[in-house]
C-alpha cells in the first residue's frame, strides 16, 4: 500500500523559513521520481519542483526558483521541502507525489502552510 505521510506545515510570517517532509512507503522510493506539489484555496494543484532519482537533477517551479530547495534521502525513503523567503502567495496545502506530472493522484494527505503576518 502506497503511503506518503507530509509533516512540517505551520504558521509563518512573510519572509520566514519552514521545511517540510514526506515519509514514503509502499513502493521502490529510491528509483520513483517524486514532487512537491501544492493548492491554494479554490485553486487548481500547482506544481512546485520535482526531484529525480538522486539529488543532482531538480526543477523547480519559477515561482519558487531560488526559494525552495527540494531534496530526498533514498535511505530513508524520504522527501524533503527546504522554503525561505515566504510571501502570502506561498500559502497553500503542501503535498508529496509520486511522478513529475500530473495528474498528482498519488500524493499524501497535505500539510498546511499558511503565511501570515
Known amino acids: 500500500q502506497v503511503q506518503l505521510v507530509e509533516s512540517g506545515g505551520d504558521l509563518v510570517q512573510p519572509g520566514g523559513s519552514l521545511k517540510l517532509s514526506c515519509v514514503a512507503s509502499?513502493?521502490?522510493?529510491?528509483?520513483?521520481?517524486m514532487s512537491w506539489v501544492r493548492q491554494a484555496p479554490e485553486k487548481e494543484i500547482e506544481w512546485v519542483a520535482s526531484?529525480?532519482?538522486?539529488?543532482?537533477?531538480?526543477r523547480y517551479a519559477d515561482s519558487v526558483l531560488g526559494r525552495f530547495t527540494a531534496s530526498r534521502d533514498n535511505a530513508k525513503n524520504t522527501l524533503t521541502l527546504q522554503m525561505r523567503d515566504l510571501s502570502a502567495w506561498d500559502t497553500a496545502v503542501y503535498y508529496c507525489?509520486?511522478?513529475?506530472?500530473?495528474?498528482?493522484?498519488?500524493r499524501g494527505q497535505g500539510t498546511q502552510v499558511t503565511v501570515s503576518s
Open positions: 507525489a509520486r511522478g513529475i506530472e500530473p495528474p498528482w493522484n498519488t
Open positions: 526531484v529525480y532519482t538522486d539529488n543532482w537533477a531538480t
Open positions: 509502499g513502493f521502490p522510493f529510491r528509483g520513483s521520481y
